[in-house]
């Protein structure tokens, strides 16, 4: 079963874009293993919230201009 773990910023992408997201991610499994994973294949969208994630030491939180509007 392919599966596909995406984690992101809390409230970077709307409902439609992430709907979009696992549409695409799905259809790339089909691509490549075939027709036959689509009923199999699992993606997640996690969100992160705010704080709970950084790099090279610094703590990152989105900015309001850059949040998905619903």
Do not use: C, W
Not at 8 to 30: G, N, W, Y
Request: hydrophobic share 45%; glycine share 8%; net charge negative.
């Amino acid at each position: 079963m392919p599966f596909a773990n995406i984690k992101m910023p809390q409230a970077a992408l709307s409902k439609a874009q992430k709907e979009d997201l696992i549409h695409r991610t799905t259809a790339m499994f089909v691509d490549f293993f075939g027709e036959g994973v689509r009923p199999y294949t699992m993606v997640l969208v996690e969100e992160v919230a705010d704080g709970g994630y950084g790099r090279a030491d610094e703590v990152f939180v989105v900015p309001e201009a850059y949040r998905a509007k619903e």
